[in-house]
């Protein structure tokens, strides 16, 4: 819907700030992503585009181009599906009332897995949100940094590894839509939805092809294929499917700041992905840098 030829390269697709589980605000995240080298960074808290106007403004002074995203909370039965949503219109009302339950369920499970954690380790709810920023989605990220503040965990990873393993116990699903919704809403508002690291669990349990056709007739745009999580024989099965169905390719680093060892601009996606997602949206518009 815009001039597709004023960002610059290289492209991170996929990153957090605070209001989700990043631990940078989302003008320190640009200013971080300029300073990587960056010439375009999206911006894709979980269920949330509360950072979109504070990433906008930082993205002129930064000298940047900031695409608006969200990363989507989807699921199948009880196996997590993000769904990475970019340029869509952050006024839509199904989309974003989709949202609000999602973000609503993640703070009643929240609450509920502290609950649990609380009977067996010195943790409370106040020490958990402590560890967010005022109007953040607060979710298991938040209760790992409690954790590790109390001494419980080393860091972040361990924290996942140990009490917030699904294993340990603590463990509950919390609300999401399943991907099929998540790729029309995300439509429905003008955007472009792309399967978020979709070969994590390699050839074995990617998606399957059925159901991978009808995401794409539902208007999935890509696949986000070059992220560190990815297991390469599941990317292979996924590139070929990418090729059969004519989905993108998009590559980003997942930054979370200190919450995660992912490094900005370590995977960057191909320009004329860029291009073509640019100029197939018709919700938002980049925010463009001088």
């Known amino acids: 819907m815009a001039d597709a030829r004023r960002f610059r390269g290289p492209v991170d697709l996929h990153t957090h700030s605070s ?52 990363e989507l909370s989807t699921r199948i039965e009880f196996a997590s599906v993000h769904m990475l949503g970019y340029l869509f219109d952050p006024s839509d009302e199904a989309l974003m009332a989709e949202t609000r339950r999602i973000r609503d369920g993640r703070m009643r499970r929240a609450e509920d897995m502290v609950r649990r954690i609380s009977e067996d380790y010195d ?23 409690a954790l590790v503040a109390r001494g419980l965990a080393s860091d972040r990873s361990a924290a996942f590894e140990g009490i917030l393993h699904w294993r340990s116990g603590y463990f ?94 370590e995977n960057t996606t191909d320009p004329a992905v860029v291009d073509a997602m640019i100029e197939e949206a018709t919700g938002a518009a980049p925010f463009y840098a001088p």
């Open 172 to 265: 509950q699903p919390h609300y999401a839509p399943d991907p099929l919704t998540g790729v029309r809403l995300i439509r429905g508002a003008g955007g472009l939805p792309v399967l978020a690291h979709p070969a994590t669990g390699g050839r074995g349990r990617v998606i399957p092809e059925d159901r991978l056709r009808r995401l794409v007739d539902a208007g999935l745009f890509g696949l986000e294929l070059d992220h560190r999580e990815n297991k390469a024989d599941g990317v292979e099965r996924l590139r070929e499917l990418a090729a059969r169905y004519g989905l993108r390719i998009t590559g980003s680093s997942d930054y979370h700041g200190a919450g995660k060892p992912n490094r900005l601009g």
């Open 19 to 70: 209001v989700s589980d990043g631990t940078q605000t989302p003008a320190e995240l640009i200013r971080a992503a300029a300073d990587a080298g960056l010439g375009t960074v999206a911006l894709t808290d979980h269920d949330s585009t509360a950072g979109w106007s504070e990433a906008a403004a930082e993205s002129a002074r930064a000298g940047i181009t900031v695409i608006p995203g969200m």
């Open 123 to 145: 943790i409370t709810w106040a020490d958990v949100l402590a560890q967010a920023t005022e109007g953040a989605t607060v979710g298991r990220p938040h209760i790992a940094d």
